[in-house]
């Protein structure tokens, strides 16, 4: 590569990248939709050394006792799928600033591969496209949750509301007007806790329910009609199985419902609580009484209002 005077560029050798928060499965989508959500977010710094290796210099932030091992972090795993599959000559150093806690439902495993992967991706010789560094992060997802699911990572790789399944990203449209209002009470749910939760029977039923409030939820995104989305942003399949790990939880669904949301669910495995609102202000008072609803139950608690429709994570 060159410059207008024909001297050559100086690749960088250190890229840092941000991800942000995100609601996983949106209520209706379960490991297929989610949305980011601006507010809090992991940052990587990853340096391109000559060794054919992923070693990780150091962690901090709100979770500092992850492993070191890179086969063993989300964020590690990630870089090492990402080196094996391109073949690279070289390898990454990665210095892991976690922002989000763990076990919160607000994607932190997710943030932390997505981090990684695009700012390694800055330090490769022919940068690859968001959609191209999914299976690697997919990859270290894995290594938090024990499967292949990107409702979190789509998001945060493309920005907004994205329909994630194991091999495609659509990025789905949603009015910029539309809020989430998210709190975060101050609990930790594993994520391999919450699915073992959802294990056993389901009717056939309940699948055709889940499956109609989903079709309505994108019929209304892409049309911006509040009406189906109102209609459909319902969980009636999984929320009912994880709502009693949540303290508080009916109440604080109740206090988004009683501001107008056009619902409110678990986000991603818990115990965030989750609304979506047709404007900020609507937002914002939800998340007070929300939050009290949290405060009742004996939890303090941490609010994130944020457009529904909100950025990719980028490079700093």
């Not at 191209?132 to 493309?158: C, K």
């Not at 619902?263 to 007070?288: N, Q």
Request: aromatic share 4%; net charge negative; charged share 20%.
């Amino acid at each position: 590569m060159l410059k207008e005077d024909s001297t050559p560029l100086l690749r960088a050798d250190v890229a840092v990248a941000e991800a942000y928060a995100s609601v996983g499965n949106v209520g209706i989508g379960f490991d297929i939709l989610g949305h980011c959500v601006e507010g809090a977010g992991d940052r990587a710094e990853v340096r391109r050394i000559p060794e054919r290796e992923v070693r990780i210099a150091a962690i901090d932030g709100v979770i500092t006792d992850l492993p070191m091992a890179a086969a063993d972090n989300t964020a590690g795993a990630a870089l090492l799928s990402m080196m094996r599959a391109l073949d690279l000559p070289f390898g990454f150093e990665l210095v892991l600033h976690k922002g989000i806690a763990l076990g919160s439902g607000m994607g932190g495993s997710a943030a932390s591969c997505v981090a990684a992967v695009v700012a390694a991706n800055a330090l490769l010789d022919e940068p690859l496209s968001r959609e191209a560094l999914y299976p690697f992060a997919l990859d270290g997802e894995v290594v938090a949750s024990g499967s292949r699911h990107g409702d979190n990572l789509g998001p945060m790789l493309l920005g907004g509301l994205v329909l994630a399944t194991e091999s495609r990203l659509v990025r789905i449209p949603v009015p910029g007007e539309w809020h989430c209002a998210l709190v975060h009470p101050h609990v930790v749910l594993e994520t391999r806790r919450a699915r073992a939760a959802l294990a056993g029977h389901y009717a056939l039923g309940e699948f055709v329910a889940q499956s109609a409030n989903l079709a309505l939820v994108l019929a209304g995104c892409y049309r911006g009609e509040a009406a189906l989305v109102r209609e459909g942003l319902s969980d009636v399949l999984i929320e009912p199985r994880r709502a009693p790990l949540i303290p508080g939880f009916a109440a604080v669904k109740q206090a988004a419902l009683a501001h107008g949301a056009l619902g409110a669910s678990i986000s991603g495995a818990g115990p965030s609580v989750f609304g979506w609102f047709e404007d900020r202000t609507s937002a914002v008072a939800a998340s007070h009484d929300m939050r009290a609803a949290f405060r009742a139950a004996g939890h303090d608690s941490d609010v994130l209002v944020a457009p529904i429709d909100g950025p990719a994570a980028r490079l700093l």
